[in-house]
């Protein structure tokens, strides 16, 4: 079935940087658009960034130029190096893949970004 799962969240102080992991599994990984989505507390649910299977790439505008969306498809893993971070950035960050229609989401992982 289909399975993804994040890491690599944590407590960051400001103008710090993270790098996300989200391991996938149980589909073709490289033919699909991977999605970062984050939800801070009290706000819903937003996207991040995006990347095709081909390596393109986008990005909402408050993140643009600190944040880079990558993927490895030989290792069915997409990444999100997080830099600059901002106290703004922190919230619970989802991976996301929506295999034929249907939107498959990990557990998330916490990025908290404080002094």
């Known amino acids: 079935q289909v399975q993804v799962v994040e890491s690599g969240g944590g407590l960051v102080q400001p103008g710090g940087s993270l790098r996300l992991s989200c391991a996938a599994s149980?589909?073709?990984?490289?033919?699909?658009?991977m999605r970062w989505y984050r939800r801070a507390p009290g706000k819903q649910r937003e996207l991040v960034a995006t990347?095709?299977?081909?390596?393109?790439?986008n990005y909402r505008d408050s993140v643009k130029g600190r944040f880079t969306i990558s993927r490895d498809n030989a290792k069915n893993t997409v990444y999100l190096q997080m830099n600059s971070l901002k106290p703004e950035d922190t919230a619970i960050y989802y991976c996301?893949?929506?295999?034929?229609?249907?939107?498959?989401w990990g557990q998330g992982t916490q990025v908290t970004v404080s002094s």
């Open positions: 996301n893949a929506q295999v034929v229609s249907t939107d498959f």
């Open positions: 149980g589909f073709s990984f490289s033919t699909y658009f």
């Open positions: 990347i095709t299977g081909g390596g393109f790439t």
